[in-house]
């Protein structure tokens, strides 16, 4: 069993690593633990909201990606989802609620519905914000479910 040394604490303002102590402290100690991997490479962070008015709740998000409020993005069409990037050319920004105003022809263009749940994907090595439908997750887990789940 591999555990991944890279834990967030969400509860707090920012985000920080856990230490292997910290994450020892936290279980059982009868309970034997493998030494922990150092950290992936890459450092995606999901969540889900649902589109309000074309718009995304994401206060999360921008604390783990450092964005202020007023930051201004831009927001590009990747086949079926959203990728949103900071772009001080921009005149798109995040509100003070925290709120990431989408354009409606960019959602339309990936069939994002008002009101849908939709996957965040936080990317913090590329520093940008995707936005997933839901027949995204559902297409992927589809496979997943196809295979029995009992034991063997």
């Excluded at 555990?3 to 020892?24: C, L, N, V």
């Excluded at 994401?58 to 201004?72: D, E, H």
């Excluded at 989408?102 to 994907?121: D, F, M, S, T, Y």
Aim: hydrophobic share 40%.
């Amino acid at each position: 069993m591999q555990i991944s040394s890279f834990a967030y604490a969400w509860h707090t303002s920012t985000p920080r690593e856990f230490s292997q102590e910290d994450f020892r402290n936290s279980c059982i100690s009868s309970i034997p633990l493998p030494s922990l991997r150092p950290p992936a490479r890459e450092q995606i962070y999901y969540c889900t909201t649902r589109l309000q008015g074309w718009r995304l709740r994401v206060g999360v998000p921008l604390k783990i990606l450092g964005w202020p409020v007023s930051q201004a993005i831009s927001v590009c069409v990747r086949g079926e989802h959203l990728v949103v990037h900071a772009d001080p050319r921009s005149q798109h920004t995040i509100t003070k609620q925290h709120y990431l105003a989408l354009p409606a022809a960019a959602c339309h263009r990936c069939g994002l519905k008002n009101g849908e749940q939709v996957l965040i994907a936080v990317h913090i090595n590329r520093s940008a914000l995707l936005v997933f439908p839901q027949r995204f997750l559902d297409a992927m887990l589809a496979g997943l479910l196809t295979e029995p789940l009992s034991g063997p």
